[in-house]
């Protein structure tokens, strides 16, 4: 709960014009301020990890890292911070697997403007936050904590299954995770025997139905 002072807020969205909507709509309020801002998800950990905003909102869907992971690292370090997704998604995987990874409100990015503000207001009170658009009876599970695993992967090769499917190649995941072709390989070929799919049509799919991609990045 934040007393006596504004919320700090970052934000995270891959598209410029968005996060200048988002700004606009926050800095309405005398009780919110945006302190920082990033494009991509490991960004954002970057961010974070600099600024401890109290409520971090992120887009769920991102090239290079996308919120899911992101959301879930970001947590690890700093707990203390309330994540809220920011989605084009109202599907089972995405929301799961945001609260999941330690998020605290999920909204749709075609909601209205007061929705934000309502959701900004309720996770700092330690109160989870579902869209309004969403089935209700979905926060119930959630905050009981019936949330499904989604998959036999490590967060390490959710990330490079997530870049495999955005086109990179070996030695491109290497410099953007800082690992070697060599050890990219061995991660790509774990992932194939895990979850039995060779080819990059299923790959991509699979990371799709799973929330870890989005064709609408």
């Given at each position: ?6 919320i700090k807020i970052v934000l995270v969205d891959d598209h410029k014009l968005l996060r200048d909507g988002l700004r606009n709509i926050i800095e309405q309020k005398s009780n919110m301020k945006i302190i920082g801002e990033a494009s991509d998800g490991r960004e ?174």
């Amino acid at each position: 709960m934040i007393a006596n002072d504004q919320i700090k807020i970052v934000l995270v969205d891959d598209h410029k014009l968005l996060r200048d909507g988002l700004r606009n709509i926050i800095e309405q309020k005398s009780n919110m301020k945006i302190i920082g801002e990033a494009s991509d998800g490991r960004e954002a950990i970057s961010v974070c990890s600099k600024l401890l905003p109290d409520v971090l909102v992120i887009d769920v869907a991102m090239a290079n890292l996308n919120g899911i992971e992101a959301a879930k690292q970001i947590h690890k370090t700093c707990p203390d911070i309330k994540i809220i997704g920011l989605s084009m998604h109202s599907s089972k995987q995405f929301i799961q697997g945001m609260f999941k990874a330690g998020a605290y409100g999920y909204l749709l990015k075609d909601g209205d403007s007061n929705e934000l503000i309502t959701a900004i207001n309720t996770v700092v009170q330690d109160i989870k936050y579902l869209s309004k658009d969403i089935n209700q009876e979905f926060l119930s599970i959630i905050k009981q904590g019936n949330t499904i695993e989604n998959t036999l992967l490590s967060s390490r090769e959710k990330e490079v299954l997530q870049l495999i499917t955005e086109g990179k190649s070996s030695k491109e995941i290497g410099e953007i995770l800082f690992l070697s072709s060599k050890t990219v390989d061995v991660h790509r070929n774990n992932i194939m025997k895990k979850i039995d799919l060779y080819t990059i049509p299923e790959l991509t799919k699979y990371a799709i139905k799973k929330g870890f991609t989005s064709l609408e990045m």
